[in-house]
């Protein structure tokens, strides 16, 4: 959506917003309106070449200003805990997820794993677009994504009505498969670039890392989300970790 009077009403109707982008040196007029509306709302106000303009709405006459509309609808914290209901609660917190490929692996991954909800900031990440919900593969549709001011405040607000434990993934930490999953639960996967943000890691209780045997120093954020869920998973369905049992086939050769 482009053009200073269609991205006003879209503010003004309550629209849910991903994004607003301005035409850099563009400040005067209904533009000024536009972003202190949209920064009321807590909508992200970025400045924009015309060449950005132009790809975002496909017109040449944007006027210096071009809204990204939400393709999913959010959810509120309390459908997380709805959802939840009598059982501990798994959440997934992406600090910082810039690329909306990896925020919808993430939501995909956490939606099967059996994750409550995925809670993301409106600023400094990618959000509900249709790149992020193409690549969810419908999980955007199921499972509740919480769009928040503040991970911060939001950890705050889960401690306040849930007894959580929050465990961070990034390089410096335990063993993913050595800590405790059970109970009420929270997964901080950090950006792509940077990792978990200092402030958010300093209210978790936990880091967990996981092993990097080979030349490579990291992993996928998307990647890295979907292991350590699924050992989560695996300890809050009661799973034993174990050996498979060893047949041997004609030649006296072992297979699992």
Known sequence: MAGRNPVLELLRAGRELECVYIQAGLTGGSLG???ALARERGVP???ATPEKLLA???IRSHQGVAAVPAAADYARMEDILERAGEEPLFV???DGVEDPHNLGAIIRTAEAAGAHGVIIPKRRSAGLTAAAVKASAGAAAHLPVVRVANLVSAMEELRERRNIWFYCADMDGESWCAADYRGDIGLVVGSEGSGV???VKE????VVSLPMAGKVN????SVAAGIVLYEMARQRMGLPARQPQRKTIPGGHDIA
């Not at 209210?203 to 936990?206: E, G, T």
């Not at 990291?218 to 954020?221: C, D, G």
């Open 33 to 35: 309106k536009i972003a």
């Open 45 to 47: 106000v970025k400045e």
């Open 56 to 58: 975002l709405s496909g």
């Open 92 to 94: 997934v917190l992406a």
């Open 197 to 199: 943000s200092r402030l």
């Open 203 to 206: 209210k978790c209780d936990f």
């Open 218 to 221: 990291s992993l996928n954020a």
